[in-house]
Antibody, heavy 119, light 108 residues
Framework: EVQLVESGGGLVQPGGSLRLSCAASRFTFSGYWLSWVRQAPGKGLEWVANIKQDGSEKFYADSVRGRFTISRDNAKNSLYLQMNSLRAEDTAVYYCAKGIWFGECFESWGQGTLVTVSS | YDLTQPPSVSVSPGQTARITCSGNVLPKQYAHWYQQKPGQAPVLVIL???ERPSGIPERFSGSRSGTTVTLTISGVQAEDEADYYC?????????????FGGGTKLAV
């Protein structure tokens, strides 16, 4: 069974930075698109970013473009999300997801890590 | 939201639940459906409009008609009470981004 384990969440002040990690196992990591999806408390799902198998293509939601950077290390089976200039509205549970169908469908999800942006 | 779902649907056990999702992108892009129970991560229940992933009960099915896709749960069980999200993608030139509907709370 696919495993995706997020880490790196926590409390950060507005304007601060945080780096999330997602450790993957039990599938061929380098063969799949990967994504970050977030969910604000009591709200719906919001796609954040995704990255192609070799990292050559990256796409971002308008709400995070220019502030967040998605990356991956296929040698370490790890996905990352560098989040800068954080805002209160970035407060959410951040999920790592394994993509299929050109990364446009999320076949497996991690359990999420909570990011709280507050002073 | 570029994908529109009803906020809530209510059915009795054993009945059929239908959750719709509408959007102009849907005639051109596949739709996928996720189930999310409180405190849990989402689970893919339908992909590419009507395919059921391995392990998903046969009572879950999907269909499409024009700009609307529908998730149908036949013989609803108490354990099906959850939030359901449709999801698709939009493209502009070489840029593609993923979109979600606002979610539908299914009450059983």
């Amino acid at each position: 069974e696919v495993q995706l384990v997020e880490s790196g969440g926590g409390l950060v002040q507005p304007g601060g930075s945080l780096r999330l990690s997602c450790a993957a196992s039990r599938f061929t990591f380098s063969g799949y698109w990967l994504s970050w999806v977030r969910q604000a408390p009591g709200k719906g799902l919001e796609w954040v970013a995704n990255i192609k198998q070799d990292g050559s293509e990256k796409f971002y939601a308008d709400s995070v473009r220019g502030r967040f950077t998605i990356s991956r290390d296929n040698a370490k089976n790890s996905l990352y999300l560098q989040m800068n200039s954080l805002r209160a509205e970035d407060t959410a549970v951040y999920y790592c997801a394994k993509g299929i169908w050109f990364g446009e469908c999320f076949e497996s999800w991690g359990q999420g890590t909570l990011v709280t942006v507050s002073s | 939201y570029d994908l529109t779902q009803p906020p809530s649907v209510s059915v009795s056990p054993g009945q059929t639940a239908r959750i719709t999702c509408s959007g102009n992108v849907l005639p051109k892009q596949y739709a996928h459906w996720y189930q999310q129970k409180p405190g849990q991560a989402p689970v893919l229940v339908i992909l590419k409009d009507s395919e059921r992933p391995s392990g998903i009960p046969e009572r879950f099915s999907g269909s499409r008609s024009g700009t609307t896709v529908t998730l149908t749960i036949s013989g609803v069980q108490a354990e099906d009470e959850a939030d359901y999200y449709c999801q698709s993608a939009q493209s502009s030139g070489t840029y593609t981004w993923v979109i979600f509907g606002g979610g539908t709370k299914l009450a059983v």
